[in-house]
Each structure stands twice: as structure tokens, then as C-alpha cells.
């Protein structure tokens, strides 16, 4: 059996390929990939700025499918739920060993022996792809009845960011006054979970119009234009969370200029949560005593654990109806268009892009 994939052959070039499809694992599960979100990440790893991969790779961490066979002894998600060949589920796309410090006494994640890419011959749990093969040990979780994968789809990986991230550095508080730097899918993430939380207001700092007004539609009380200078963005902010300013900056933008902004933008005694920073390596400067005048924390989040996943599913599927997630799904591509829609994810010209695999 054999399925199409995109493949990163080397940094800047992707190719479709024919794949070998292997038959599951005992303990593991064959996906048909219905979705496989374009993130981020993925553009910064096609670049080479998040380094060197191990070529070749199948690209795609954000995968929604249906199960097409189950490994021997393998009745249930990771969950508990029962599965069977046609249900619908979303994986933590992170090979966890299980038997290591971090698996065991942290219980955190990525662990010391994490496999995040598999060679493009081997079975692959990447989502570029017709096909998903999930090893034993990697979580997967059956959607809720009811659910529309594309609104799980919608923010992909980037919800589990957003709930780890509060994990991490601590929730949001009744009444917080929240800034959220960027408004791709993290921020929008971010947006939508900070007005659950009880947030007293959203400000969302971006350029694309569309991207701002699906912020304002998950939850965001005020927008402010990146085209504005730094000066005219902080007076902006202030304006709307008054003189004590933000409590809770989320850095969304994937930008390393807005790292030293968001320092400066956070209110005494708050919060500056990094979750947009992954790929982009460098250095920002910024003044320490800024941090202890100001009484502030910094934190940051990064690789979801399993649990992230299922509350994101959960949560998606409860709000599916009272937001519009499915809506944040602006491009669909098929695999052989798989640069453009990264390149669209780039340049921010797409609110949220989607890989379907059997798109022609």
C-alpha cells in the first residue's frame, strides 16, 4: 500500500513522494489524514531558521484523521475511549520513550529520547501525508460526537500551546488585562482561552485585517495595528488597560523584535508568557533592571504534552458552535501545493492554512 506525502528533502525544498504504508504496530493505530494544519513551525523548519532536520522528513505536526486499522490490543484512545476503524481522532505528534527523568519524575515534555521527525521511508506520523502511522506510546484521542474536525483543525497545535503555556507560567485571572502579541493561530488560541478564563479585556496587536478581526470575533475586546510605531503601539495599549497596563502579554508574533517590546509593554507585577519563539533563533536586548523595577515574570512554553491535546479537542468541540472556528480555515491546499501554503502561513496572507491530503 502505498500514499502520497510531502516531503522536505533539504532546507527550501519539499517534494511529493510516493510512501510506503505500513500496517500498524500492536498497540497502535493506521490514520487516514483528513487535515493536516500548516503551522508556523513548519515554515521556520522549511527554512532552516529552526536548524538542521534530519533529511528527509514528512512535514506536518497538526493532524486530524480517521482511523483505518488498529494494532493488536488496541481498543481504546489514550483516554480510555473506545475506537474502531472510521472514528475520528487528533494525536500529540511527539514520540515520548516513557522510561526516562523527564517521562517519569518531571512528567514534562519533550523528554531526553523525544523523536519528532521519523525518516521519510520509515512509518510516519507526519500530517503532509495521505497517511499517519501512530507508533505505541503516541497518544491519540477520539473526537466528541458532534465535533467538525475542521474546527479542531482550526488551531491546530497552536491551542495545546496556549494551554501549556498557561500550564507553565500560570492562568489567566478574573479580570486580567491581557496583550497578545500576533494574531496567527497562537494568538487567536490565546484570544479565545483568555476570554474563557474571564478576562477584563483582549488587546491584539497585528497587521493582517483579517487576522485581527477574527480575533475580535473569539473574544478580543480591541485591536491595534502593527503599523503603528512602538511609541504609538504601548500609548495605544495603555489607553485601553489603563495606566498599570497589561497583566498577562502573550508573545504570539514568532518575531524576535517583539520579545523586547512585550518586556517593555507588560504592566508592574506581570506576566510575559513566550510561546511564538520557537524557530526564530537569535538574541534581543533588554534591560534586567527593567525586570526587577517592574516586579516581572518571564516564562515560556513549548512542545504540548498529551493531556494539552485532549483539552484543546475538548474545548474546540465545546465552543464549535458559539464561535466560529471552522470560519479561522481561510486556504485549503492539496499535498503537490504544499510550498504555497506555506508560503501563504509566511507571509501571513492566510488567516489559518490546511493540508488535505486527497485533494486534487
Partial sequence: MKGKASVLVETGRVETWDVDIAPPEPGGALVRTVLGGVCGSDVHIVSGEAGEMPFPIILGHEGVGQIEALGAGTETDYAGVPVKPGDHVVWAPIALCGRCYSCTVLQQTPCENTTFFEHANRPN????????????????????????????????CALPT?????????????????????????????????????????????????????????????????????????????????PTGPDVVIEAAGVLAAFPE??????????????????????????PR???????????????????????????????????????????????????????????????????????
Fill in 162 to 242: 496556549v494551554l501549556r503555556g498557561f500550564d507553565r507560567c500560570g492562568p489567566v485571572q478574573l479580570n486580567d488585562a491581557v496583550l497578545v502579541q500576533g494574531a496567527g493561530p497562537v494568538g487567536l488560541s490565546a484570544v479565545l482561552v483568555a476570554a474563557q478564563m474571564g478576562a477584563r479585556c483582549i488587546v491584539v496587536i497585528d497587521k493582517a485585517p483579517a487576522r485581527l478581526e477574527a480575533a475580535r470575533k473569539l473574544g478580543a475586546t480591541a485591536t491595534v495595528s502593527l503599523d503603528l510605531s512602538p511609541e504609538e503601539r504601548k500609548r495605544a495599549v495603555y489607553e485601553i488597560t489603563g
Fill in 125 to 156: 506520523w507526519g500530517s503532509y501525508a495521505q497517511y499517519s502511522w501512530l507508533p505505541r506510546g503516541m497518544a491519540f484521542y477520539r473526537l466528541p460526537d458532534g465535533a467538525d474536525p475542521t474546527a479542531i483543525a482550526a488551531l491546530g
Fill in 262 to 287: 512585550g518586556v517593555d509593554l507588560t504592566g508592574p507585577h506581570g506576566r510575559y508568557i513566550i510561546l511564538g519563539l520557537w524557530g526564530a533563533i537569535g538574541t534581543q536586548a533588554i534591560s
Fill in 290 to 360: 527593567d525586570l526587577t523595577i517592574k516586579n516581572l515574570s518571564i516564562g515560556g512554553a513549548s512542545f504540548p504534552a498529551p493531556r494539552n491535546y485532549y483539552h484543546a479537542m475538548h474545548l474546540a468541540a465545546r465552543l464549535q458552535d458559539k464561535v466560529p472556528l471552522a470560519e479561522l480555515v481561510s486556504h485549503r491546499f492539496s499535498l503537490d501545493s504544499a510550498t504555497d501554503a506555506l508560503e501563504v502561513t509566511r507571509t501571513g496572507v492566510a488567516t489559518k492554512a490546511v493540508i488535505d491530503p486527497f485533494l486534487t
